[in-house]
């Protein structure tokens, strides 16, 4: 509704997980060079964590980019599967079937993709978004298939990214061969006023409103007040403002129409 009024290509703050509207702070800066680290050291394991909605999916949507052609890649998004369903789903996000077949099948077929990725020079890297929510069962498949290496090298490099209660459940017994096998970690934490600031202009920019339209000092204040600097909310409160502003027929958004978005967004919750 407002876009064509402020004279964007596309709303500038959508909470979908668009790699081209990632704003590099400089803890997603170290978090994403954490990730290439684990995976181009061959680690093994890299676990990403942070509260709901500080740009985790984000930052392995821009990985996935920068890793590119020459590696192979399989992306699971919802890991609420026992261990053998989690086997199929990544033999079948690498591409080498899975449907049905049974677990020895499935490991078997997986080892020979990866020897094979391996002998050509290619890497291959497994990427679990909402680790949280996967069970003991399907994070002990992961050490299993972390099994899978040469004499010098893993054949597969396993990012777990989720919540901070996964690095509670890998703190329990039962996963503590698992926790030891995890060399690499990194925890996400919410950006700071000045990045905040940052991160508008640089959304707005990307849409194609950077001189538009314009978020008032006090009005930023109130986004990073309102959000505590967790980037899904800060999208949800600026959408919301940008559309206050176009009833008010205003390319400045002041303080007054974050509240009143900030109201609107509790009143629907």
Known sequence: MYVEYYGLREPPFNVTPDPKFLYMTDGHRTALNHLLFGIQQRKGFVLLTGEVGTGKTTLCRRLLEMLGADCHTALIL??????????????????????????????????????????????????????????????????????????????????????????????????????????????????????????????????????????????????HEYSGGTPRLVNSICDKSLLAGYVEQTAVIGAHLVRMAVRDLREAA
Request: net charge neutral.
């Open 78 to 223: 919802n890991p609420m599967l026992t261990g053998t369903q989690l086997l199929r789903a990544v033999v079948q996000e690498f591409g080498i079937g899975g449907g049905g077949r049974d677990r020895l099948t499935c490991m078997t077929v997986l080892n020979s993709f990866l020897l094979s990725a391996g002998e050509a020079g290619r890497d291959a890297v497994l990427i679990v978004d909402e680790a949280q929510d996967m069970s003991i069962q399907a994070l002990e498949m992961t050490r299993l298939l972390s099994n899978l290496e040469t004499d010098s090298r893993k054949l597969l490099q396993i990012v777990l990214a989720g919540q901070p209660e996964l690095r509670a459940k890998l703190r329990t017994p039962g996963l503590r061969q698992l926790a030891q096998r995890i060399s690499v970690r990194h925890h996400l934490l919410p950006i700071s006023r000045e990045e905040t600031a940052g991160y508008l202009r640089h959304r707005l920019a990307v849409a194609g409103g950077g001189e538009s339209v314009r978020f008032e000092d006090e009005a930023i204040d109130a986004v």
